[in-house]
């Protein structure tokens, strides 16, 4: 491990608690040193286009908020009389203690405090959580774990209209509410019923019952892979890995996977394909004097983490018809996760293969693209001109060093207010058609 | 001990008896025994802030510096928030191009919270140094590096001499204190070290006696939150009577730190936040102080303009530019009165800003019904007693409360105002509520002195004009809290020493 610049992703703290904020009628009770909770939390919501705080997040987040004596004594007493007193103030369904660096290098025994309450039938779960364990990716995992193990009913019969989905981040994924809410829509469009948890709009039953599922489907080839794994031991439901579907080539392929999985009557697939792309089509086919009287071909310079870089480098390749040169994840990752991550990069067809390096530093990656870029001679300027750059705020300057278009649409993003925009499905890629080509005309 | 010699910051509550945790009413604010009020806590409790963040707030203001958080991923995360603020802090201060932040976690992971993490934190100094040529390095020590034994001083000192730009460091674990606002010291206690102490051209020599006819040069501590049009504000008030000002440390560079050695007067703006500062400036250079007022309010930017120009003899300057200033704000705000009048108000901040604010919605005849005050120590103490005299007598509740938005929650509900005036992260909470909000601060606006005082009257009239942002809200948004909640006292989880909580 090195020192890493203005990481883009919070601790292992930080991914548990935006996932159970974003869990409607699940609270955290953080038990940890008083900043950890709004320090995660800050970042998150700022971060993910200010999505701001509901009712028991941010500043409510129930914390035990532990000092110097608990360091010394132990914390254990502390935490159990936040937990009752948790169950008294908070009108809540389920109760997650995560745990911050502090209390997992003293040894606070937390699952012994949490069992004492489980017990009673308290609707408790724990997981540890300390920050130094890794970033917020992981520490979504180390909850959906604790979820998936302590939480769901088992033994339940499964529906093999059912799907769960899984492998989004909230915040890491600054669009995951909306992203969710169109996947379940598409898929709905063909029967399937799909649970998405992670919206203000799903019902905490769904969860509970979430071993009903006959698949699941993880929107990555890293996140949330793990659980998955966890939960089909727990409870049988198999899982598939499947990159976030970003436009209608992308969708298309990931429908026809699913619904060949899960088999859905080829003619209904049919018809909600042909729809879906008219509707694409149907607004894009209009821009069509636009797109190409100005050129609006690129090269594209994509910096966001596993699941997006792919994503997008997919939809600009496939749909946008632009040449992707260099693309950087940024998130942190085991060797076997690289590998996996390279092994999809290596489904994009060798002429449009862009250079794929793993980078956590904005200014390494500046740095590596240069060198890319001096490797080209080109006497007449920059290889890559026109360019044009979709990663996040912090990549806002390179764009501007190359001359290039940008767009933000990685963690984080604070030049905008994010709702419910998608960029997944059909519509989702419209959108992101229309917002990468607005940035090219808003001068105008 | 103090600034200079402490060899690490002390946590408020030891220092000047901050205390946490209380619930009462105005009038009664003081007469508490301080160490049982220090000693409160809360068995149930929500997330606070530790002295990390105020601190990493204010050293991140500093120009073209890098700052190197030292801990786990996590604490190094946060600054997206602070960055959108300082940048836009910048730009207000005359620089478009103004860069973003720069900060670095050296990111502790599980091997080395078992070997240790010094190595990593000299080696991120050093390529931190060598490759972004920053102006300064800050280090800031946060709680696993602190539990973990690593020797943040020692490596300071050992890299001290082969970088050739000022080293700043603090020890900010947050787990050391529960009151947050040690923060400021900490950040404090950084740059004097970093740019005087131990600045390679050392501490610059005390200044000599001013030479008649030379205009007295005041120091004034700003505050992060305190936005570039209430500086303007303050800089047009004392150049008007004769008086030269630097403002600092925050956004300053080491040049300006170091000019604030050689002033005449330190004048604070929020003496709750500056203690530390003006108290080592009086100490190491002699330069005595002003730390009683903010100049918030007619009545308070009054008492905060004469106690400065005493010290220079020119009280009678002060009187005739106060008279001038406080008519003309007087009739401006006249249009604004008839909606005022009588509105009872809900004030939620840090505790100076919030009773000094309590006075100016008073001088515009409105009343205070209740208070929430970030934590209380003696500075703000007096000021509970003039704001219950200045409305005849008519007390209200305090809650003294690191953010604690249950309490909150429940107070507004038993006092229900007509109008909310709360610290950033605060409206949120009365607005979904109901109630109509106004900012206590936004880095944009004016709050200080006269101008201030026309635009706090200005935005308040504005806000309750048009309320139905909050009171859609307030009929479309529940409650995270069970009924029985509402129905207990909003101190139900405060456990004093003498009485365990009731809820407990």
Same mark, same amino acid.
């Given at each position: 491990?090195?020192?890493?610049?203005?990481?883009?992703? &919070?601790?292992?703290?930080?991914?548990?608690?935006? #996932?159970?904020?974003?869990?409607?009628?699940?609270?955290?009770?953080?038990?940890?040193?008083?900043?950890?909770?709004?320090?995660?939390?800050?970042?998150?919501?700022?971060?993910?286009?200010?999505?701001?705080?509901?009712? #028991?997040?941010?500043?409510? #987040?129930?914390?035990?908020?532990?000092?110097?004596?608990?360091?010394?004594?132990?914390?254990?007493?502390?935490?159990?009389?936040?937990?009752?007193?948790?169950?008294?103030?908070?009108?809540?369904?389920?109760?997650?203690?995560?745990?911050?660096?502090?209390?997992?290098?003293?040894?606070?025994?937390?699952?012994?405090?949490?069992?004492?309450?489980?017990?009673?039938?308290?609707?408790?779960?724990?997981?540890?959580?300390?920050?130094?364990?890794?970033?917020?990716?992981?520490?979504?995992?180390?909850?959906?774990?604790?979820?998936?193990?302590?939480?769901?009913?088992?033994?339940?019969?499964?529906?093999?209209?059912?799907?769960?989905?899984?492998?989004?981040?909230?915040?890491?994924?600054?669009?995951?509410?909306?992203?969710?809410?169109?996947?379940?829509?598409?898929?709905?469009?063909?029967?399937?019923?799909?649970?998405?948890?992670?919206?203000?709009?799903?019902?905490?039953?769904?969860?509970?019952?979430?071993?009903?599922?006959?698949?699941?489907?993880?929107?990555?080839?890293?996140?949330?892979?793990?659980?998955?794994?966890?939960?089909?031991? #727990?409870?049988?439901?198999?899982?598939?890995?499947?990159?976030?579907?970003?436009?209608?080539?992308?969708?298309?392929?990931?429908?026809?996977?699913?619904?060949?999985?899960?088999?859905?009557?080829?003619?209904?697939?049919?018809?909600?394909?042909?729809?879906?792309?008219?509707?694409?089509?149907?607004?894009?086919?209009?821009?069509?004097?636009?797109?190409?009287? &100005?050129?609006?071909?690129?090269?594209?310079?994509?910096?966001?983490?596993?699941?997006? =870089?792919?994503?997008?480098?997919?939809?600009?390749?496939?749909?946008?018809?632009?040449?992707?040169?260099?693309?950087?994840?940024?998130?942190?990752?085991?060797?076997?996760?690289?590998? =996996?991550?390279?092994?999809?990069?290596?489904?994009?067809?060798?002429?449009?293969?862009?250079?794929?390096?793993?980078?956590?530093?904005?200014?390494?990656?500046?740095?590596?693209?240069?060198?890319?870029?001096? =490797?080209?001679?080109?006497?007449?300027?920059?290889?890559?001109?026109?360019?044009?750059?979709?990663?996040?705020?912090?990549?806002?300057?390179?764009?501007?060093?190359?001359?290039?278009?940008?767009?933000?649409?990685?963690?984080?993003?604070?030049?905008?207010?994010?709702?419910?925009?998608?960029?997944?499905?059909?519509?989702?890629?419209?959108?992101?058609?229309?917002?990468?080509? =607005?940035?090219?005309?808003?001068?105008? | 001990?103090?600034?200079?010699?402490?060899?690490?910051?002390?946590?408020?509550?030891?220092?000047?008896?901050?205390?946490?945790?209380?619930?009462?009413?105005?009038?009664?604010?003081?007469?508490?025994?301080?160490?049982?009020?220090?000693?409160?806590?809360?068995?149930?409790?929500?997330?606070?802030?530790?002295?990390?963040?105020?601190?990493?707030?204010?050293?991140?203001?500093?120009?073209?510096?890098?700052?190197?958080?030292?801990?786990?991923?996590?604490?190094?995360?946060?600054?997206?928030?602070?960055?959108?603020?300082?940048?836009?802090?910048?730009?207000?201060?005359?620089?478009?191009?103004?860069?973003?932040?720069?900060?670095?976690?050296?990111?502790?992971?599980?091997?080395?919270?078992?070997?240790?993490?010094?190595?990593?934190?000299?080696?991120?100094?050093?390529?931190?140094?060598?490759?972004?040529?920053?102006?300064?390095?800050?280090?800031?020590?946060?709680?696993?590096?602190?539990?973990?034994?690593?020797?943040?001083?020692?490596?300071?000192?050992?890299?001290?001499?082969?970088?050739?730009?000022?080293?700043?460091?603090?020890?900010?674990?947050?787990?050391?204190?529960?009151?947050?606002?040690?923060?400021?010291?900490?950040?404090?206690?950084?740059?004097?070290?970093?740019?005087?102490?131990?600045?390679?051209?050392?501490?610059?020599?005390?200044?000599?006696? @001013?030479?008649?006819?030379?205009?007295?040069?005041?120091?004034?501590?700003?505050?992060?939150?305190?936005?570039?049009?209430?500086?303007?504000?303050?800089?047009?008030?004392?150049?008007?009577?004769?008086?030269?000002?630097?403002?600092?440390?925050?956004?300053?560079?080491?040049?300006?730190?170091?000019?604030?050695?050689?002033?005449?007067?330190?004048?604070?703006?929020?003496?709750?936040?500056?203690?530390?500062?003006?108290?080592?400036?009086?100490?190491?250079?002699?330069?005595?102080?002003?730390?009683?007022?903010?100049?918030?309010?007619?009545?308070?930017?009054?008492?905060?303009?004469?106690?400065?120009? @005493?010290?220079?003899?020119?009280?009678?300057?002060?009187?005739?530019?106060?008279?001038?200033?406080?008519?003309?704000?007087?009739?401006?705000?006249?249009?604004?009165?008839?909606?005022?009048?009588?509105?009872?108000?809900?004030?939620?901040?840090?505790?100076? @800003?919030?009773?000094?604010?309590?006075?100016?919605?008073?001088?515009? !005849?409105?009343?205070?019904?209740?208070?929430?005050?970030?934590?209380?120590?003696?500075?703000?103490?007096?000021?509970?007693?003039?704001?219950?005299?200045?409305?005849? !007598?008519?007390?209200?509740?305090?809650?003294?409360?690191?953010?604690?938005?249950?309490?909150?929650?429940?107070?507004?509900?038993?006092?229900?105002?007509?109008?909310?005036?709360?610290?950033?992260?605060?409206?949120?909470?009365?607005?979904?509520?109901?109630?109509?909000?106004?900012?206590?601060?936004?880095?944009?606006?004016?709050?200080? !002195?006269?101008?201030?005082?026309?635009?706090?009257?200005?935005?308040?009239?504005?806000?309750?004009?048009?309320?139905?942002?909050?009171?859609?809200?307030?009929?479309?948004?529940?409650?995270?809290?069970?009924?029985?909640?509402?129905?207990?006292?909003?101190?139900?989880?405060?456990?004093?020493?003498?009485?365990?909580?009731?809820?407990?």
């Amino acid at each position: 491990m090195s020192h890493i610049e203005r990481p883009r992703y &919070q601790c292992a703290l930080g991914g548990a608690l935006v #996932t159970i904020n974003a869990i409607e009628r699940a609270v955290a009770i953080v038990h940890s040193a008083p900043g950890c909770a709004a320090s995660a939390d800050g970042a998150a919501t700022v971060g993910a286009g200010y999505w701001g705080s509901t009712l #028991t997040d941010g500043r409510a #987040t129930p914390s035990t908020n532990i000092i110097e004596r608990q360091v010394i004594f132990g914390g254990e007493e502390r935490l159990s009389e936040q937990i009752a007193s948790t169950l008294d103030v908070i009108d809540a369904d389920l109760y997650a203690v995560i745990t911050g660096c502090m209390t997992d290098i003293i040894g606070d025994d937390v699952r012994a405090v949490v069992s004492e309450f489980q017990k009673q039938g308290k609707p408790v779960i724990v997981a540890e959580t300390g920050g130094f364990k890794g970033d917020s990716n992981l520490g979504a995992d180390f909850i959906w774990d604790a979820i998936v193990t302590q939480y769901l009913t088992p033994g339940l019969p499964k529906d093999n209209r059912r799907v769960n989905l899984f492998g989004f981040v909230p915040a890491q994924d600054v669009f995951w509410r909306g992203n969710l809410l169109e996947l379940k829509r598409l898929l709905g469009r063909l029967g399937i019923t799909a649970n998405t948890f992670l919206t203000p709009f799903d019902d905490l039953k769904d969860l509970k019952d979430a071993g009903r599922a006959a698949l699941n489907v993880v929107f990555s080839d890293v996140h949330g892979v793990k659980p998955a794994a966890v939960f089909e031991e #727990t409870h049988g439901t198999p899982f598939v890995s499947e990159p976030l579907p970003i436009g209608p080539t992308a969708t298309e392929a990931f429908l026809r996977r699913i619904a060949a999985r899960l088999e859905i009557d080829p003619a209904r697939l049919d018809e909600v394909l042909a729809e879906e792309k008219a509707y694409y089509y149907g607004f894009l086919t209009p821009l069509t004097d636009l797109y190409t009287d &100005q050129d609006f071909q690129r090269f594209g310079v994509v910096i966001g983490n596993v699941n997006y =870089s792919y994503a997008v480098t997919r939809f600009i390749a496939d749909d946008l018809g632009w040449i992707p040169y260099l693309v950087a994840v940024t998130d942190l990752l085991t060797d076997e996760q690289r590998a =996996s991550v390279v092994a999809r990069f290596e489904e994009i067809p060798e002429i449009l293969r862009p250079k794929l390096i793993f980078e956590t530093d904005t200014d390494r990656i500046k740095e590596r693209l240069n060198e890319e870029l001096a =490797s080209e001679a080109d006497p007449y300027g920059s290889p890559i001109s026109p360019a044009y750059v979709i990663g996040s705020n912090l990549d806002r300057p390179l764009a501007a060093e190359l001359k290039a278009g940008f767009f933000g649409i990685s963690y984080p993003i604070t030049n905008r207010i994010v709702t419910d925009q998608y960029y997944v499905g059909f519509r989702g890629g419209l959108r992101l058609t229309t917002d990468i080509v =607005s940035a090219l005309v808003a001068n105008r | 001990m103090g600034l200079k010699h402490d060899k690490v910051v002390p946590g408020r509550e030891d220092r000047v008896a901050a205390c946490m945790a209380h619930g009462g009413c105005a009038s009664g604010m003081g007469k508490q025994d301080k160490i049982c009020l220090k000693n409160n806590e809360r068995t149930f409790s929500q997330a606070g802030l530790c002295q990390l963040l105020p601190t990493l707030g204010m050293l991140l203001t500093l120009p073209d510096t890098a700052v190197i958080v030292h801990g786990a991923i996590g604490c190094g995360s946060t600054g997206f928030g602070m960055n959108t603020a300082i940048r836009l802090h910048h730009v207000l201060r005359g620089n478009p191009n103004a860069k973003d932040s720069l900060w670095f976690t050296t990111n502790l992971d599980e091997s080395d919270v078992v070997h240790g993490g010094e190595q990593r934190l000299e080696e991120t100094i050093l390529t931190v140094a060598e490759k972004y040529r920053p102006q300064s390095i800050i280090v800031l020590q946060t709680c696993t590096p602190s539990i973990i034994g690593d020797d943040l001083v020692g490596v300071i000192e050992k890299v001290r001499p082969l970088i050739d730009i000022p080293l700043l460091y603090s020890h900010c674990e947050g787990f050391k204190t529960k009151v947050w606002a040690t923060g400021y010291d900490v950040a404090f206690y950084a740059i004097v070290h970093g740019f005087i102490e131990k600045d390679k051209e050392g501490p610059p020599p005390k200044k000599g006696p @001013r030479q008649p006819g030379e205009r007295p040069v005041v120091n004034v501590i700003n505050l992060a939150s305190m936005g570039k049009p209430d500086e303007i504000e303050i800089e047009r008030l004392l150049n008007e009577i004769g008086i030269d000002v630097v403002i600092g440390p925050n956004f300053a560079n080491r040049e300006t730190v170091r000019r604030m050695t050689q002033a005449d007067l330190t004048v604070s703006v929020c003496p709750t936040h500056d203690d530390y500062l003006v108290d080592y400036l009086h100490t190491e250079y002699g330069i005595p102080f002003v730390l009683k007022d903010m100049p918030i309010g007619l009545a308070n930017t009054r008492n905060w303009l004469l106690d400065i120009a @005493r010290h220079f003899g020119l009280e009678k300057k002060a009187e005739e530019l106060i008279e001038r200033e406080e008519s003309k704000a007087r009739q401006a705000v006249q249009r604004f009165l008839p909606a005022l009048k009588g509105i009872k108000v809900f004030i939620s901040a840090g505790e100076f @800003r919030a009773v000094v604010t309590g006075g100016l919605f008073q001088e515009l !005849g409105m009343e205070i019904v209740g208070l929430r005050s970030y934590h209380h120590d003696e500075f703000g103490t007096e000021f509970y007693e003039q704001l219950v005299r200045a409305q005849q !007598g008519k007390d209200f509740p305090v809650d003294i409360a690191n953010f604690q938005p249950f309490e909150l929650i429940n107070l507004l509900q038993k006092v229900k105002p007509d109008l909310f005036c709360g610290h950033v992260y605060d409206n949120g909470w009365a607005a979904k509520l109901g109630y109509p909000t106004i900012t206590i601060f936004r880095i944009f606006d004016h709050y200080v !002195g006269y101008r201030g005082f026309y635009e706090v009257a200005k935005k308040a009239a504005r806000n309750l004009r048009n309320p139905s942002f909050q009171k859609r809200l307030g009929e479309n948004v529940g409650s995270a809290y069970r009924p029985e909640w509402y129905q207990q006292s909003p101190f139900a989880y405060i456990k004093t020493d003498a009485s365990p909580a009731a809820a407990a």
